[in-house]
């Protein structure tokens, strides 16, 4: 089992930044890839980011691609989702979520654990 508690979340303006920490605890935290994801009102969740084990690999989102940035530590069994230039569309529950499989980082199915989400809003 591994638990996920996100923090960080906030109301900012459009152009502001906000960083994301997701802090886990459990089994090792380094045989996860990790992944962000989000949910606005009225939509369905979808991908933002995702890092693999050593956090030598990332992958995006082409809607935060330049803007945001995922990263982890290891040692401290923490991912970090560092958000600029942010747009009133980007409002939405950020989760993170840990997974143990090798491909299909994309998608929600294959993670399988989750944090409880964090609220972001962006103001025009």
């Known amino acids: 089992q591994v638990q996920l508690v996100e923090s960080g979340g906030g109301t900012v303006q459009a152009g502001g930044s906000l960083r994301l920490s997701c802090a886990a605890s459990g089994r090792m935290f380094e045989n996860y890839v990790m992944g962000w994801f989000r949910q606005a009102p009225g939509k369905e969740r979808e991908f933002v980011a995702c890092v693999s084990w050593t956090g030598g690999t990332t992958y995006y989102a082409d809607s935060v691609k330049g803007r945001f940035t995922i990263s982890r530590d290891n040692a401290k069994s923490t991912v970090y989702l560092q958000m600029i230039s942010l747009k009133p569309e980007d409002t939405a529950v950020y989760y993170c979520?840990?997974?143990?499989?090798?491909?299909?980082?994309?998608?929600?199915?294959?993670?399988?654990?989750w944090g409880q989400g964090t609220q972001v809003t962006v103001s025009s």
């Open positions: 979520a840990a997974t143990a499989r090798a491909t299909e980082w994309g998608h929600e199915y294959v993670y399988d654990y």
